[in-house]
């Protein structure tokens, strides 16, 4: 069965400094990963995704994750953290066979701090 | 382009009576999802069309949820009757391509059961 986890339900920053935000998989056969952020009162709003190829995906907003299929872990990265960023984030995860569903894990709400 | 759209954005029922929600994809997506979002926890998928035909509605609590999409673009959730755990946001998201990863989320309705 599929999995996902964010083992962090928050995560501080320092304005400027950079930020991570954990997410490991479990996934039969290869992975589709993603990156959503939500604010407040809105619905998730697509990042970034891994589908094959390079490790390193760049997304939106400055945001990039690491593919690290040994460690199975997908973390979401920015060199340089803006209080903009203060949101919740999650991973997702599904599986590369067609009728695959998309897990969510139960996301981590990140605080920049001025 | 627009994005999907939802209506209500917010409901407040009582408890066993019904409720119905409303969505719009973006123009020529033809799987549409919906999920339940409890709060602290990530999206739920609930059930997947594409285009009018349903493919997985494996989570949808049959004896009290349903759905439709009779033409292939906008679909309506219901609930009958309301239970006090209902109470979450329900998430539409649409994508181009069923085997395509991203999803494209609305704003969300916002359900309170009392």
């Known amino acids: 069965a599929q999995s996902v986890a964010q083992p962090e339900d928050q995560v501080n920053v320092a304005e400027g400094n950079p930020l991570t935000v954990k997410c490991t998989y479990s996934?039969?056969?290869?992975?589709?990963l993603f990156w959503y952020v939500q604010y407040p009162n809105r619905g998730l709003q697509f990042l970034l995704k891994?589908?094959?190829?390079?490790?390193l995906v760049k997304g939106s907003y400055g945001f990039e994750a690491e593919f690290n299929k040994s460690q199975t872990s997908f973390h979401l990265k920015k060199p340089s953290a803006l209080v903009s960023d203060s949101a919740l984030y999650f991973c997702?995860?599904?599986?590369?066979?067609?009728?695959?569903?998309?897990?969510f894990g139960k996301g981590t709400r990140l605080h920049i701090l001025p | 382009e627009a994005g999907v759209a939802q209506s209500p954005r917010y409901k407040i029922i009582e408890k066993r009576q019904s409720v119905a929600f409303w969505c719009n994809p973006i123009?020529?997506?033809?799987?549409l999802y919906w999920y339940q979002q409890i709060l602290g926890q990530g999206p739920k998928l609930l059930i997947q069309?594409?285009?009018?035909?349903?493919?997985?509605d494996s989570q949808l609590p049959k004896d009290r949820f349903s759905a439709e999409r009779l033409k292939g673009v906008d679909s309506t959730l219901k609930i009958q009757p309301a239970k006090l755990e209902d109470s979450a946001v329900y998430l539409c998201?649409?994508?181009?391509?069923?085997?395509?990863?991203?999803?494209?989320f609305g704003p969300g309705t916002r359900l309170t059961v009392t």
């Open positions: 069309f594409q285009n009018n035909g349903v493919v997985d």
């Open positions: 996934v039969s056969g290869n992975p589709y």
């Open positions: 997702a995860v599904r599986g590369i066979l067609g009728d695959d569903k998309i897990i």
């Open positions: 123009s020529g997506h033809a799987t």
């Open positions: 891994y589908i094959t190829g390079d490790n």
């Open positions: 998201a649409s994508s181009l391509v069923r085997t395509g990863p991203e999803q494209y």
